[in-house]
């Protein structure tokens, strides 16, 4: 069981940057992809970016491609994700996942454990 708590959401203006962060406890974080997926008002869950367990691999969504990159820190159980050049229609609530020796891609059924999301607003 992985517990994950999101943090770093807030109300910026568009082409400032975030930096949110996805902590873990009590789980092998350190053996699972981590993915950060978003969701806006009445649209779906999207994935964003991924990184795999092992943190050789990462996946992007096109639209976040050259703006937004992942890392993760094992000692410290956590996952960044820099926003930068950030537009209004990356406004959502951004969720992290785990999945346990997974690639860090966008299959968000692969994810079994979920953080409860941090707000990012980005005014025009």
């Known amino acids: 069981q992985v517990q994950l708590v999101e943090s770093g959401g807030g109300l910026v203006q568009a082409g400032d940057s975030l930096r949110l962060s996805c902590v873990a406890s009590?789980?092998?974080?350190?053996?699972?992809?981590v993915g950060w997926f978003r969701q806006a008002p009445g649209k779906e869950r999207e994935f964003v970016i991924g990184?795999?367990?092992?943190?050789?691999?990462?996946h992007y969504a096109d639209s976040v491609k050259g703006r937004f990159t992942i890392s993760r820190d094992n000692a410290r159980n956590t996952v960044y994700l820099q926003m930068n050049s950030l537009k209004p229609e990356d406004t959502a609530v951004y969720y992290c996942?785990?999945?346990?020796?997974?690639?860090?891609?966008?299959?968000?059924?692969?994810?079994?454990?979920w953080g409860q999301g941090t707000q990012v607003t980005v005014s025009s």
């Open positions: 009590g789980g092998a974080f350190s053996r699972s992809a």
């Open positions: 996942a785990a999945n346990y020796l997974g690639a860090g891609d966008g299959n968000v059924r692969d994810y079994g454990f």
């Open positions: 990184i795999s367990w092992g943190g050789s691999s990462t």
